[in-house]
């Protein structure tokens, strides 16, 4: 048992760094009308990939840790809760659906997963914290949202079911 939680605490290490970098380190940063509307960057993906491996529970802690990690180390704005809030639940949601789907990583699994993890995050409650911040109307912060949610998903799905497919036999025997 000890082996296994220290097996999930060093995996959830790894995929928090990688969020970490991907985020801070590896992004783009789209401004419209003077205020930062899409980060494009992979940051969810090792968040998701966290949930999907590790489970609800260790996903969301890694990505509410991930973002309390990150931003001191380069922040991109003011410091606001909704976004680790944002961040724990793209590593809760596709845990849990996980636990629905009973790990069956099929390409159509893991596009609803994604889809529904960026629908919910990215689209809907990054929007509303940028809306509460900044008072843009939703009605400008989302087209550019869709645009990069729509590149973002597949890219995701491709990555997350070779990362899967490849590591499945080592975090099936050891987690």
Same mark, same amino acid.
């Given at each position: 048992?000890?082996?296994?939680?220290?097996?999930?605490?060093?995996?959830?290490?790894?995929?928090?760094?990688?969020?970490?970098?991907?985020?801070?380190?590896?992004? =783009?940063?789209?401004?419209?009308?003077?205020? =930062?509307?899409?980060?494009?960057?992979?940051?969810?993906?090792?968040?998701?990939?966290?949930?999907?491996?590790?489970?609800?529970?260790?996903?969301?802690?890694?990505?509410?840790?991930?973002?309390?990690?990150?931003?001191?180390l380069?922040?991109q704005?003011?410091?606001?809760?909704?976004?680790?809030?944002?961040?724990?639940?793209?590593?809760?949601i596709?845990?849990?659906?996980?636990?629905?789907?009973?790990?069956?990583?099929?390409?159509?699994?893991?596009?609803?997963?994604?889809?529904?993890?960026?629908?919910?995050?990215?689209?809907?409650?990054?929007?509303?914290?940028?809306?509460?911040?900044?008072? =843009?109307?939703?009605?400008?912060?989302?087209?550019?949202?869709?645009?990069?949610?729509?590149?973002?998903?597949?890219?995701?799905?491709?990555v997350?079911?070779?990362?899967?497919?490849?590591?499945?036999?080592?975090?099936?025997?050891?987690?």
């Amino acid at each position: 048992m000890i082996k296994n939680k220290i097996l999930r605490i060093a995996l959830s290490g790894m995929f928090i760094a990688l969020s970490v970098v991907f985020t801070r380190f590896f992004s =783009q940063m789209i401004i419209i009308g003077g205020i =930062q509307t899409v980060r494009l960057s992979f940051g969810d993906l090792p968040l998701m990939l966290s949930g999907m491996v590790l489970g609800p529970t260790y996903g969301a802690i890694t990505g509410a840790l991930a973002d309390l990690i990150g931003f001191p180390l380069n922040p991109q704005g003011t410091y606001f809760p909704g976004f680790t809030l944002t961040a724990a639940l793209s590593g809760f949601i596709p845990g849990l659906m996980g636990k629905l789907l009973k790990r069956d990583w099929t390409w159509a699994y893991l596009t609803l997963t994604v889809s529904v993890t960026i629908l919910i995050t990215s689209l809907l409650l990054n929007s509303l914290w940028l809306n509460i911040m900044y008072g =843009q109307a939703f009605a400008v912060l989302l087209p550019p949202r869709i645009i990069a949610a729509l590149i973002l998903i597949p890219v995701y799905v491709l990555v997350s079911k070779l990362f899967l497919s490849h590591f499945r036999h080592f975090f099936a025997a050891r987690i």
